[in-house]
């Protein structure tokens, strides 16, 4: 395929997610949703929220990802006597030297895991703000940098609020994913006791596939590709609709905007596409915006969910027609395969929200079907143009955004 960002093309960079996504399954029963979800959020640059109930694995799947990346992996464990210096690290003073030194805290790491994040109090979880959307520590008035890349990837249990403290807005904001894991089948959790059986650890572990040179290709692979000027207007659109919903107090914000954008753009990364579909921000609004939103007290008495109001703005918002023969009106260029000809703009090329039925995506990242005139959708089975327009419909796209 045509494009490339270093010695990467985007074809390699989609075979290196599928890497990732088979060597974590080694070791995680978890439906491929959230593992796409959760890689979407690394490639983006940004932080992910993963919320769920004690057991589920959720510790496990930030340790094994961090380990598949080749990438440095810190917990911290928060807890109500957890202080911001336990996070970010203090100066200590050197008897040796007779002088301050900095000592890093846990934060200083690739991946960092905040485990049960809503433990701590809120001057703790804002110890991270600065990390999570600067990159950065403060400490009396010394800036440190963090390590490139840098992922948080936070953890909180949503039905014991006893002695928790709720993330504040602000922070919520600043995870470009909020994903959850759920129960797994019958068969998940027979496989989950197959591999305990087969090793004599109690944490399962794996060898990496790659290292933080490679990511932070696929980083820089996301960044070359190209939005349609009307898939950024169906980003904005739907933004627009929960925040006039009178569910909601707070909609997405114009911030909640661009993390979403750049989630898109490396769904299509993962599809192996050099430009992104209305389907890529279908499948991923429920995990780039509900988290954003702020429900009336009306709403909240009424057990109204957070994914309903963006299943309201999915339905209420036309689907635009993209096609990557048409031009762009930004003046961004097209992008071609390496024979030349233009590829179809097809939703089942990319299957990057994971399928929880388990079917995996094509290694060639959509190659067998750039010749099919017509495509079959993967969830309901009706024709769709290969054009790419998803048609406008109410209740057949339903599933895209949960």
């Known amino acids: 395929m045509a494009g490339l960002t270093g010695d990467l093309s985007v074809e390699a960079a989609s075979n290196h997610c599928l890497d990732i ?104 979880q804002s110890a991270l703000l600065e990390s999570m959307e600067e990159r950065q520590v403060s400490v009396d008035g010394t800036t440190h940098p963090l390590p490139t890349p840098f992922v948080v990837i936070a953890t909180q249990n949503p039905v014991e609020q006893e002695g928790t403290f709720q993330l504040p807005e602000a922070q919520r904001d600043r995870f470009s994913v909020k994903t959850s894991m759920e129960y797994p089948d019958v068969e998940g959790e027979m496989g989950l006791l197959d591999r305990r059986a087969n090793r004599r650890t109690i944490a399962p572990s794996v060898e990496p596939v790659m290292g933080p040179e490679t990511v932070r290709a696929l980083q820089e692979c996301a960044e070359d590709v190209r939005v349609d000027t009307k898939v950024r207007r169906y980003i904005v659109d739907l933004a627009r609709a929960t925040r006039e919903d009178d569910r909601t107090e707070i909609g997405v914000s114009p911030r909640g905007v661009q993390r979403v954008f750049e989630a898109v753009r490396a769904s299509a990364v993962i599809a192996g596409r050099r430009y992104s579909t209305p389907d890529d921000v279908k499948r991923l609004a429920n995990a780039t915006m509900s988290h954003r939103l702020v429900l009336t007290t009306e709403a909240t008495i009424e057990g109204t969910e957070k994914a309903d109001v963006i299943q309201a703005a999915l339905d209420a918002v036309d689907v635009p027609a993209v096609s990557p023969n048409a031009p762009d009106t930004d003046d961004t260029p097209k992008q071609t395969t390496t024979g030349g000809s233009e590829r179809a703009d097809s939703p089942s090329e990319a299957t990057p929200d994971g399928d929880s039925r388990g079917q995996r995506p094509e290694r060639s990242a959509g190659e067998a079907a750039e010749n099919e005139a017509t495509q079959l959708d993967g969830d309901d089975g009706q024709p769709t143009d290969s054009s790419g327009d998803s048609r406008d419909r109410s209740d057949d796209d339903s599933g895209h955004g949960q």
């Open 21 to 124: 996504v088979d060597r974590v399954e080694e070791a995680v029963v978890v439906e491929r949703r959230v593992l796409f979800e959760t890689l979407a959020g690394v490639i983006a640059r940004g932080h992910v929220l993963v919320e769920d109930v004690p057991g589920t694995g959720k510790t496990v799947l930030a340790r094994v990802l961090a380990e598949s990346l080749g990438l440095e992996f810190n917990r911290v464990q928060f807890t109500p006597d957890l202080l911001p210096a336990d996070v970010t690290g203090s100066n200590v003073y050197n008897e040796h030297e007779r002088e301050f030194e900095f000592a890093q805290g846990p934060v200083f790491s690739n991946v960092v895991l905040a485990d049960e994040i809503n433990r701590a109090p809120p001057k703790t």
